[in-house]
């Protein structure tokens, strides 16, 4: 590994972990003040980890993210799965710390997890994961990847988070990212429920970046 994959590794791992501890810890004091909070919380901290981070690595900080830029194209198969194990490694140390930091012991803690109202194990749940990834993955590849958002790219991005997690929250926990998701389970010790919250914003970032590259994107491209 040279050094600027080096550091494009420890920008994904830090800006990663930056998302899931700032998004469990919304999320643990959630139920105290409904969906607005992890919703502001998640979409803001991406503004900042894109402002910060993006130079090194795009700032993907998600592996539905990577994947959907691999498929359009912009990334390598091996830089893909770097990525990938310093986005699963920030997630599990930023869920994991949010955790041990911030638990109080209430018998109805719940770790900061990416759960709603309908049973994981719905349909819907992967469905929902799925469109509303599909949304993230389009904006950062429209404002980002193609360069058509400037300087206010991070803005877009991280404001479609936001309105995704306003949407979804209350019913999927609106994670559309896997690491995410498994970071604050396995700060749980409950990965019964994850394999939807990897399909679904998979099968989303796989198709966004289907019809944005090569129906959408730039001209010359997926022609």
Request: cysteine-free; aromatic content about 12%.
């Amino acid at each position: 590994m040279n050094r600027s994959d080096f550091k494009a590794f420890l920008a994904e791992l830090l800006g990663t972990f930056t998302l899931v501890f700032i998004g469990a810890a919304a999320v643990i004091v959630a139920p105290q003040f409904g969906v607005a909070v992890p919703a502001f919380a998640h979409g803001l901290a991406l503004v900042g980890i894109v402002f910060v981070y993006g130079p090194f690595s795009g700032a993907h900080v998600n592996p539905a993210v990577t994947l959907g830029v691999f498929v359009a194209g912009r990334i390598s198969a091996s830089k893909m799965i770097q990525y990938w194990v310093a986005q699963f490694i920030g997630g599990i140390i930023g869920g994991v710390l949010a955790v041990a930091l911030m638990n109080t012991g209430a018998a109805d803690f719940n770790y900061g997890q990416t759960l709603g109202s309908i049973d994981p194990l719905d349909f819907r749940v992967m469905a929902i994961e799925a469109v509303l990834t599909f949304f993230l993955v389009a904006a950062v590849l429209q404002t980002a990847v193609f360069g058509r958002g400037g300087a206010l790219a991070p803005l877009a991005i991280g404001l479609t988070l936001t309105f995704a997690i306003f949407a979804g929250g209350a019913f999927t926990g609106a994670s559309l990212n896997p690491a995410r998701t498994i970071g604050s389970a396995l700060a749980a010790g409950d990965l019964s429920y994850i394999l939807p919250y990897i399909i679904g914003p998979s099968v989303g970032g796989a198709v966004a970046a289907l019809v944005n590259a090569f129906l959408l994107g730039p001209d010359g491209e997926g022609q």
